[in-house]
């Protein structure tokens, strides 16, 4: 017989080596962390955006109302109580629902 057509009848044969559960679960579980890493990246580099553009926005904010004329002393003076106020503002906010 020649090596194909073992291979042949070893496919055919029921007692040929077939992969157990143990290695197919091992190998789904590999699958799906492999899945769960790519997500986490992709949701931290889907957060790094938003904060990016939320910084870009929070800028212009700051030029189109006048406060960019403040240096940073005075700022960082004020800093504790803007930080307050702005909590208290974002509290108050209705909460988005996450789709």
């Not at 960082?76 to 909460?95: G, T």
Request: no cysteine.
């Amino acid at each position: 017989m020649t090596e194909v057509a073992n291979q042949e009848t070893d496919s055919k044969n029921p007692k040929a080596p077939r992969v157990s559960r143990a290695k197919n679960l091992e190998a789904r579980l590999a699958e799906m962390e492999k899945k769960t890493k790519e997500l986490r990246e992709k949701l931290r580099e889907e957060q790094r955006k938003e904060r990016e553009e939320n910084s870009r926005a929070v800028a212009a904010l700051h030029k189109t109302e006048g406060l960019d004329v403040f240096d940073v002393e005075a700022w960082a003076a004020a800093m504790p109580q803007v930080k307050a106020l702005l909590e208290k503002a974002q509290s108050a906010l209705p909460q988005e629902a996450d789709a």
